[in-house]
């Protein structure tokens, strides 16, 4: 599958990076150039350097062959105008929109956009739910694939403090995604040691969460 990411930011940036890891073809737009040209270290010619709401930029990304689009740009505006613009223009079967104004979601799906996602709605969900999980931080939810990127904290008291990724007791289909350790990105794979203070973000179930937070957070 062929993915076509618009936003370099903190969410872009850890979802080209899972997607690359699972096999998938991606390719990344990003329009601040101090930001894209610091990208590129880490993805090279994965990158494209332009503004995603300019039809041309898209065609030179490669949006008419893209399966998916994806916009997660700080922007909602941006992101509804990138998705309109690969739907209406390139025929792009399926666009997702990151909303950060919840009150938008419904005006994005009325003008066509396939999915949105919202870091408030999660956060609303979860304290719906009254379901309180101390350490664990929910950072991005696609609603149709019933999966969210969550990001962990590594607290001196944490069952997973000191193990490999593979002494972990993960849930069933659950993902390490990355570990953040100080100023370093790291892909992690099954002999990763995970250490205090690290950042740990993971693909996950909400209905997993509970388990998954059980691995890494001391209970009180």
């Not at 390719?27 to 894209?36: A, F, N, P, R, S």
């Not at 209406?88 to 419904?106: D, E, G, L, S, Y």
Request: hydrophobic share 45%; aromatic share 4%.
């Amino acid at each position: 599958m062929f993915v076509l990411v618009v936003g370099g930011g903190k969410v872009g940036y850890y979802l080209v990076k899972s997607l690359i890891q699972n096999g998938h073809e991606v390719t990344l737009v990003e329009k601040d150039m101090v930001k894209c040209n610091r990208i590129v270290e880490d993805f090279g010619s994965l990158v494209v350097c332009g503004d995603g709401c300019d039809p041309a930029i898209l065609q030179e990304s490669g949006v008419e062959r893209a399966d998916v689009l994806v916009a997660v740009t700080g922007d909602d505006e941006d992101n509804l105008i990138i998705c309109q613009v690969a739907k209406i223009n390139f025929n792009v079967p399926h666009t997702i929109a990151r909303v950060n104004n919840p009150k938008n979601v419904v005006i994005f799906k009325k003008l066509g956009i396939d999915s949105t996602i919202s870091s408030t709605d999660i956060i609303q969900t979860m304290l719906e739910q009254e379901v309180a999980y101390k350490g664990v931080t929910p950072l991005l939810a696609f609603r149709k694939g019933g999966v969210e990127i969550v990001e962990l904290a590594v607290q001196p008291n944490s069952p997973a403090l000191g193990k490999k990724v593979e002494e972990i007791q993960l849930p069933p289909n659950c993902l390490l995604l990355a570990i953040i350790r100080e100023e370093s990105f790291i892909v992690p794979d099954n002999t990763s040691v995970v250490q205090q203070d690290d950042v740990v973000l993971a693909l996950t179930r909400p209905d997993q969460l509970r388990t998954l937070t059980r691995s890494f957070v001391a209970a009180n």
